[in-house]
Nanobody, 114 residues
Framework: QVQFVESGGGSVRPGGSLRLSCAVSVDEFMFSEMGWYRQSPEKQREVVATISPGGTISVAESVKGRFAIYRDTSKKILYLQMSSLKSEDTAVYYC????????WGQGTRVTVSS
């Protein structure tokens, strides 16, 4: 059974930075297109960024130029480096596969507020 833990969230001021991590317990991570998602009370869960096993990256327009996704395959960790954070980035962030998704984890909360 897959286990994964999202971490790295917190409270920051606008313009600040955070790095989120998602540690995955199964080798399936290495062969799957992975993504970071986020959900706020006002919106449905949305894809923030994805990365394929070959390293092809896609980033949502709303975070382009500010967020970067990368993975450490040897450690089975997915990262999301977030900078120039805005209040609208406030959400709970989750990681998961892009398709045939695992059950969702607890996520990690990011709050951007002055």
């Amino acid at each position: 059974q897959v286990q994964f833990v999202e971490s790295g969230g917190g409270s920051v001021r606008p313009g600040g930075s955070l790095r989120l991590s998602c540690a995955v317990s199964v080798d399936e991570f290495m062969f799957s297109e992975m993504g970071w998602y986020r959900q706020s009370p006002e919106k449905q869960r949305e894809v923030v960024a994805t990365i394929s096993p070959g390293g092809t990256i896609s980033v949502a327009e709303s975070v382009k130029g500010r967020f970067a996704i990368y993975r450490d395959t040897s450690k089975k960790i997915l990262y999301l480096q977030m900078s120039s954070l805005k209040s609208e980035d406030t959400a709970v962030y989750y990681c998961n596969k892009l398709s045939d998704q695992w059950p969702w984890g607890q996520g990690t909360r990011v709050t951007v507020s002055s």
